[in-house]
DNA sequence: GAGTATTTGTCCGTATGTATT
DNA sequence: TAATACATACGGACAAATACT
């Protein structure tokens, strides 16, 4: 009986199942076009179907000059009606934290003010930072809250985290209402605070939560390191 | 009373209403920074602080040489557990249509095995093609299901749509599982096929739905243009 | 900083088997 | 059957980015 699936087929499910058994960790670098091509004794070009292959199903990234890398697969971020950012990395089994960079209250503007069903120029809070999942960063987020709420940006910094100054200003659970996801490019300044070169692709996400009333309490937006999260719906 | 909003974001609000009202069309130009600055008595950068705001929010575009152009708003595309890609674009209030480019039963390959619970060489049907909102592409799919489903090729050519040729075939109702949200660049031939240049942002979304059983029925992979489609969770 | 070797990306070509017309 | 198109596989050459000395 002859073998009748191509040589590039073979070639990358050998190297598929070598990446998820671990033999090629997330991070490190696959042996050279050439040295495959030995390996499996076949034409340099048929080891870069192979690799195309892989690529494109979001397993490897090959840099010019460098070399074939393993991704790290993406971090799954669950999307449902009451998620909390900090909660998801932890059961992804990863070390999620995260970092406030900015913690300020100031008049909102007219897209805030939609959001939040306020009016142009209402006080709001503001809180941005940086996600970081394994000492790697993956997303950055600005969330705007109403300023009625008093005493937040304390107990925002004290506890360093948003779900529990909410519950300190006696907003005690709140639930998703809304999510939009677009994709757009790293700006120079996402860029550097991702760690990704500018024009990488990135996930922006706009979420409106709500407490048990319907009424908004928080406005918050995230960008995504495209590569490193997979947003998970359902 | 003073006025203590920022000029920059007085002229914005009014850019945005005109652009919301329709003053200001989908694709059309909006008079150069100059003009503008002529129009509000205040000096271009001021303006141009007013444009980063919209441009942020993803309302414009500007094009070093050409102007700022205004963007068509993104179809928003609804996410639950029981979703068709046929009624979301009828439910935006869209003219929402889809071509298939290609039907055809091979064996499928380690990937397909693996989410449809087959084993690779299986035989699976997978259907291709593109999604168009108002004559525009908004989205390219590429659907594999498993090939006990005799007929549902022909059942899809004849009717098609997925979800009617999946009832032809017995499966009356389906549901998501689970759905992967990453962002990517768009390929060359992604590019050609979303009238979009390369390297533009584009959602993936991975998906795999099963039928009241609990049996996966569709693994179905679908590439969105970024910036005309986002995705609405909740 | 300069120079060299390595590695991937892209192009040229040839040949063969298979499926469609 | 013949012509055509397509996928597969191999070989070579050079460019571009990177790594290393």
Redesign the interface.
């Known amino acids: 009986m002859t073998d009748r699936?191509p040589l590039w087929?073979a070639i990358?499910?050998t190297l598929?199942?070598e990446i998820e058994t671990g033999h090629y960790r997330p991070g490190t670098r696959i042996p050279s076009e050439a040295a495959l091509a030995a390996r499996f004794g076949v034409n340099r070009h048929t080891v870069r179907h192979a690799l195309a292959d892989l690529a494109e199903?979001?397993l490897t990234h090959a840099r010019r000059g460098a070399g074939v890398f393993v991704l790290a697969r993406?971090t799954?971020y669950p999307?449902g009606?009451r998620v909390r950012f900090s909660q998801n990395l932890a059961a992804a089994g990863r070390s999620g934290t995260h970092r406030f960079t900015r913690l300020e209250t100031r008049?909102c503007?007219?897209?805030e003010a939609e959001a939040l069903a306020l009016t142009?120029?209402d006080p709001v809070h503001l809180v941005e930072g940086l996600s970081l999942a394994d000492d790697q960063p993956v997303a950055l987020f600005r969330s705007v809250l109403p300023g009625r709420l008093e005493g937040f940006l304390e107990a925002a910094r004290d506890r360093q985290s948003i779900t529990a100054a909410l519950a300190a200003c006696g907003v005690a659970d709140y639930t998703?209402?809304?999510?939009?996801?677009?994709?757009?490019?790293a700006s120079a300044t996402q860029g550097a605070l991702l760690q990704l070169p500018q024009?990488?692709?990135?996930?922006r996400s706009v979420a409106v939560n709500v407490d048990g009333g319907g009424r908004p309490v928080e406005y918050g937006r995230t960008w995504?390191a495209?590569?490193r999260?997979?947003?998970?719906?359902?």
């Open positions: 699936t087929q990358a499910a598929r199942a199903a979001g993406p799954d999307l009606r008049p503007d007219a897209g142009q120029g998703r209402a809304s999510t939009r996801i677009t994709a757009k490019l024009g990488a692709p990135i996930l995504f495209g590569d999260v997979s947003l998970v719906v359902g």
